[in-house]
């Protein structure tokens, strides 16, 4: 009988166990937990919610809304119970993170399809498919397994991202594109700043508040990066002889020189989001939001996501993985949750269920799903599997990875994105029931 183990009881991995177990598969879990946890965790229970409550808005006419419209119509077992739990919050999905995870662990563990185990794996099966969602603090075991099926190079050591800007919220009027001595095409975005802009930048990036890191991480924190605040505070040039060097950059807008640069560099192929270049950061959000708004041309940006600094493992998705979440190397060892390199909540339990609806199509012997980018779970597989290898970074939904609608109206555009996904989403639900 073929044997099916998921590894890790995470978001991503309880909802891929109760996914194949509702389907009718037998399902071997395993968790560390009760016997041990990672650093991030304080309850025993599975599929904790370890930060902020918050499974970000619920409008469906922004891409987290969105998203959590297509798990719902997939049927997804862990926001059916969020939803349950609910605590007020707004226009979030804010949920009682204690009952939710006490919910699914019940769940767990009164399935007559699952199995749990509480063990620390240090080897895969090589007769079961394996799911493999053990997050990203995995413990030193599965790193070293993971290592003997990838090669020392694909495992990653992740501190620290730059923030990432909706391209349409740039004002051009201010910045403009160009290459450093007009080297290449001009594929980064420029954001000037005179001498008064800087410092008055600079103060306020250097007096920032910035997020309280965990003991586990602050032994690590600085080895491959420096945070933009960190680099700042070593003396008031360090930023202009680093990532905002001015330098061989021409402003079309002006005849005088910048006295620093920003620079945005292309984080897909639709030019629809863009990468603050050298700002990786552990300001708060708030902060970043107010900080780097200072920035001309930034004035009015919109962040698809905000710059992130712990620690983590993860996969380098597009060399190591393929677009179904599958080991190039192995298709019966498939990786979900953060380790596969999404970033957020809703993102894990969205990979969780689409491993899980993949691995049912691969047993049957039927054409697995590949969801397209104008929904929002087709489009984070898409960025995934397609991104730049070399600089491969984690990624949450937003509507920069969909397919672009060119309706320039932002309200119209985006009840365009929901109608033609949910619309596909329908599509692949009938799929599914033949």
Do not use: W
């Not at 070593?234 to 021409?250: E, F, Q, S």
Request: aromatic share 10%; hydrophobic share 40%.
């Amino acid at each position: 009988m073929l044997k099916i183990n998921v590894i890790g009881a995470g978001l991503a991995g309880s909802e891929c166990a109760l996914t194949l177990a509702n389907l009718g598969y037998t399902v071997n879990l395993y968790d560390i937990k009760t016997k041990a946890r990672t650093p991030a965790h304080h309850s025993t229970d599975f599929a904790e919610i370890v930060c902020s409550n918050s499974l970000k808005s619920d409008d469906e006419l922004t891409a987290s809304g969105l998203f959590k419209r297509e798990l719902t119509m997939l049927n997804s077992n862990l926001l059916e119970v969020a939803y349950k739990h609910k605590v007020p919050s707004g226009s979030a999905l804010a949920v009682d993170r204690e009952a939710f995870a006490k919910e699914i662990t019940e769940k767990l563990k009164n399935n007559p399809n699952i199995k749990i185990y509480c063990e620390d794996v240090a080897n895969f099966d090589n007769n079961a498919i394996t799911v493999v969602a053990t997050g990203p603090l995995s413990t030193t075991n599965m790193c070293n397994a993971l290592k003997n099926v990838l090669g020392e190079d694909f495992l990653y050591f992740y501190d620290a991202a730059a923030p990432i800007i909706s391209a349409e919220s740039i004002d051009m009027d201010v910045a403009f594109l160009a290459s450093r001595y007009n080297k290449g095409d001009a594929d980064y975005i420029n954001c000037p700043m005179d001498k008064d802009e800087y410092t008055a930048f600079y103060n306020e990036l250097v007096n920032a508040e910035v997020v309280q890191l965990h003991n586990f991480e602050k032994q690590h924190i600085f080895e491959s990066c420096m945070p933009v605040e960190i680099m700042a505070k070593r003396g008031y040039d360090a930023l202009r002889y680093g990532p905002l060097k001015p330098v061989g950059i021409t402003n079309p807008h002006k005849k005088d020189k910048a006295f620093a640069v920003i620079q945005l560099r292309k984080e897909n192929k639709y030019a629809t989001m863009y990468n603050m270049v050298g700002f990786q950061t552990n300001l708060t959000f708030p902060e970043q939001k107010r900080v780097f708004r200072m920035i001309p041309g930034l004035q009015n940006a919109e962040f698809l996501r905000y710059g992130v600094m712990h620690t983590n493992n993860f996969i380098n998705f597009p060399k190591c993985l393929d677009v179904y979440s599958r080991l190039k190397t192995d298709n019966n060892i498939f990786i979900a949750g953060q380790l596969s390199g999404v970033e957020g909540y809703v993102e894990s339990i969205a990979s969780g269920l689409y491993v899980a609806l993949n691995i049912d199509r691969q047993i049957k012997g039927k054409q697995l799903i590949n969801f397209s980018a104008n929904t929002i779970i087709g489009g984070l597989y898409n960025y995934l599997v397609n991104a730049n290898s070399t600089n491969f970074q984690p990624i949450n939904a937003n509507y920069g990875i969909l397919n672009p609608i060119t309706e320039k109206n932002k309200q119209l555009r985006n009840e365009q994105y929901l109608k033609r996904s949910l619309a596909e989403i329908e599509q692949i639900v009938n799929l599914l029931k033949e």
